[in-house]
C-alpha cells in the first residue's frame, strides 16, 4: 500500500521548525528574516473582478441529467484551460461543513502543548507542523498545518489524529468517506473527455492515497511581505479544498498574473495535480497556485490530496501516449513519492523532473 511507503522511516520528511501561531501571537514588531519574501516573489495579482475560475454542477455530469452533454464539456475546457473549478451540488450538507468548521477551529485553539501531541516524528510526513522543509536555510511559510494520511482507511496512524475536540476524530472520518465517494465520479468524468476507459482510470485510484491537510494561516502585520503557502503545483492526482473561514487566500497563476479566488458557499474548489497532467499526457495542466494572508484575520482551509494506488505507475495513459507520444516519464509509484517528498515547493519544478525533453 502506498500509506505503508509513506509511514517508513526512508522515504523521508520535513526539518522541524517554530510553529508559526505561537510566533504570532508574541505581537512581534518585525517578521523574522526567514519568513520574509522578496518583492519578486509576490508578483502581480490580477485587479479585475470579471475573471472567475469555472463552476461545475456535480448533478450535471450525471449521464441521466438532461444538461450532462453541455456540464461535461464545460468540465473537460475547466480541466485543460483552468486546471481548477469549484464543484457545486457535491451532496455534503451546510450542516456538516459548519460541524467540521467548528471543531477545526477548536483543535488549532488547543494550548501549544497539547497541539504539539501530535507534532511530526523525524523522517515523517505526517503530523502537526509545516512541510516540505527541506533545509535550514529555505524561507518558510506563514502557517501551521496538521497532515493526516487518511485513506486507505486500514493504514491510519491514529497516534497524528486528535483526541480534542471528542468527535474530532469521527468528523474527519465522514469527511473523508465523502470525499472518497465523489473522487471516482470526476475521475470517470474526466476519462470520458479524454476519450479512455473511465474504468482505467478510476480503478488507479482504487485503494489510492488520501492525505488530508489542515491549514491554519494567522494575520501577519507585514500580510504583503509574507507568503501562507510557497507557489506551486500539487503533487498529487486531485485535489478537494474546503475554504472554512470568510477569509480569502488562495490564488492561481494565470497569463503570469495571481488571480485571487473567491469560495462559493458551500463549494468545494477543485484542482488538477502533477500526477493527472502527466497521466493525461498534458492534455490536463496542474496550476500555480500559492496562499496569501490577512493582516489581522486567521484563515482556516482544509486541502484534501488523492493520489492513485501504489501498484498504479505514474506516468501517460498508454491510450493517450501512443497518439502523440509521451512527454512524461513513467516511473515506479514509490520512485515517485520519494522525490516529492525530497522536494521543497518550487512552482512546477517537481513536474519538469518528469518531462521529456524532446516531447
Same mark, same amino acid.
Given at each position: 500500500?502506498?500509506?505503508?511507503?509513506?509511514?517508513?522511516?526512508? $522515504?523521508?520528511?520535513?526539518? =522541524?521548525?517554530?510553529?508559526?501561531?505561537?510566533?504570532?501571537?508574541?505581537?512581534?514588531?518585525?517578521?523574522?528574516?526567514?519568513?520574509?519574501?522578496?518583492?519578486?516573489?509576490?508578483?502581480?495579482?490580477?485587479?479585475?473582478?470579471?475573471?472567475?475560475?469555472?463552476? $461545475?454542477?456535480?448533478?450535471?455530469?450525471?449521464?441521466?441529467?438532461?444538461?450532462?452533454?453541455?456540464?461535461?464539456?464545460?468540465?473537460?475546457?475547466?480541466?485543460?484551460?483552468?486546471?481548477?473549478?469549484?464543484?457545486?451540488?457535491?451532496?455534503?450538507?451546510?450542516?456538516?461543513?459548519?460541524?467540521?468548521?467548528?471543531?477545526?477551529?477548536?483543535?488549532?485553539?488547543?494550548?501549544?502543548?497539547?497541539?504539539?501531541?501530535?507534532?511530526?516524528?523525524?523522517?515523517?510526513?505526517?503530523?502537526?507542523?509545516?512541510?516540505?522543509?527541506?533545509?535550514?536555510?529555505?524561507?518558510?511559510?506563514?502557517?501551521?498545518?496538521?497532515?493526516?494520511?487518511?485513506? =486507505?482507511?486500514?493504514?491510519?496512524?491514529?497516534?497524528?489524529?486528535?483526541?480534542?475536540?471528542?468527535?474530532?476524530r469521527a468528523t474527519l472520518d465522514s469527511y473523508s468517506s465523502e470525499l472518497v465517494r465523489i473522487l471516482p465520479?470526476?475521475?470517470?468524468?474526466?476519462?470520458?473527455?479524454?476519450?479512455?476507459?473511465?474504468?482505467?482510470?478510476?480503478?488507479?485510484?482504487?485503494?489510492?492515497?488520501?492525505?488530508?491537510?489542515?491549514?491554519?494561516?494567522?494575520?501577519?502585520?507585514?500580510?504583503?511581505?509574507?507568503?501562507?503557502?510557497?507557489?506551486?503545483?500539487?503533487?498529487?492526482?486531485?485535489?478537494?479544498?474546503?475554504?472554512?473561514?470568510?477569509?480569502?487566500?488562495?490564488?492561481?497563476?494565470?497569463?503570469?498574473?495571481?488571480?485571487? $479566488?473567491? =469560495?462559493?458557499?458551500?463549494?468545494? $474548489?477543485?484542482?488538477?495535480?502533477?500526477?493527472?497532467?502527466?497521466?493525461?499526457?498534458?492534455?490536463?495542466?496542474?496550476?500555480?497556485?500559492?496562499?496569501?494572508?490577512?493582516?489581522?484575520?486567521?484563515?482556516?482551509?482544509?486541502?484534501?490530496?488523492?493520489?492513485?494506488?501504489?501498484?498504479?505507475?505514474?506516468?501517460?495513459?498508454?491510450?493517450?501516449?501512443?497518439?502523440?507520444?509521451?512527454?512524461?516519464?513513467?516511473?515506479?509509484?514509490?520512485?515517485?513519492?520519494?522525490?516529492?517528498?525530497?522536494?521543497?515547493?518550487?512552482?512546477?519544478?517537481?513536474?519538469?523532473?518528469?518531462?521529456?525533453?524532446?516531447?
Amino acid at each position: 500500500m502506498e500509506t505503508e511507503v509513506l509511514h517508513r522511516s526512508d $522515504i523521508g520528511g520535513s526539518v =522541524p521548525v517554530e510553529n508559526v501561531q505561537a510566533l504570532a501571537s508574541k505581537g512581534l514588531k518585525e517578521v523574522p528574516p526567514r519568513y520574509l519574501r522578496a518583492t519578486s516573489e509576490l508578483s502581480e495579482v490580477w485587479e479585475t473582478e470579471s475573471l472567475e475560475i469555472p463552476i $461545475i454542477d456535480m448533478n450535471k455530469l450525471a449521464e441521466d441529467h438532461p444538461d450532462h452533454s453541455d456540464e461535461i464539456e464545460k468540465f473537460h475546457l475547466a480541466c485543460k484551460e483552468w486546471g481548477f473549478f469549484q464543484l457545486i451540488n457535491h451532496g455534503i450538507s451546510e450542516e456538516f461543513i459548519h460541524q467540521l468548521k467548528t471543531e477545526t477551529e477548536e483543535f488549532f485553539k488547543l494550548p501549544l502543548e497539547e497541539k504539539k501531541n501530535y507534532d511530526q516524528l523525524p523522517n515523517s510526513i505526517e503530523g502537526y507542523g509545516q512541510a516540505f522543509v527541506v533545509s535550514e536555510d529555505q524561507k518558510l511559510d506563514w502557517g501551521d498545518m496538521l497532515f493526516l494520511l487518511a485513506q =486507505p482507511a486500514s493504514q491510519r496512524n491514529l497516534r497524528f489524529w486528535p483526541k480534542n475536540p471528542a468527535s474530532f476524530r469521527a468528523t474527519l472520518d465522514s469527511y473523508s468517506s465523502e470525499l472518497v465517494r465523489i473522487l471516482p465520479f470526476l475521475l470517470r468524468a474526466m476519462a470520458k473527455n479524454l476519450g479512455v476507459s473511465p474504468d482505467v482510470l478510476a480503478s488507479m485510484f482504487e485503494e489510492g492515497t488520501q492525505g488530508i491537510r489542515l491549514n491554519f494561516y494567522p494575520p501577519c502585520k507585514q500580510a504583503n511581505e509574507v507568503m501562507g503557502l510557497t507557489p506551486h503545483s500539487d503533487a498529487t492526482g486531485l485535489t478537494l479544498l474546503t475554504q472554512l473561514n470568510d477569509v480569502d487566500g488562495l490564488q492561481i497563476k494565470k497569463s503570469g498574473k495571481w488571480l485571487p $479566488i473567491k =469560495p462559493l458557499p458551500r463549494a468545494f $474548489i477543485v484542482n488538477v495535480g502533477d500526477v493527472i497532467e502527466i497521466m493525461s499526457n498534458g492534455q490536463y495542466k496542474s496550476i500555480e497556485h500559492r496562499g496569501v494572508v490577512h493582516p489581522e484575520k486567521e484563515r482556516l482551509s482544509i486541502a484534501a490530496f488523492h493520489s492513485p494506488n501504489m501498484q498504479a505507475k505514474i506516468g501517460p495513459l498508454p491510450d493517450l501516449a501512443g497518439k502523440s507520444g509521451a512527454r512524461y516519464k513513467t516511473s515506479t509509484h514509490e520512485d515517485y513519492v520519494r522525490t516529492v517528498v525530497a522536494s521543497k515547493l518550487d512552482g512546477k519544478s517537481l513536474l519538469d523532473q518528469f518531462r521529456l525533453s524532446d516531447a
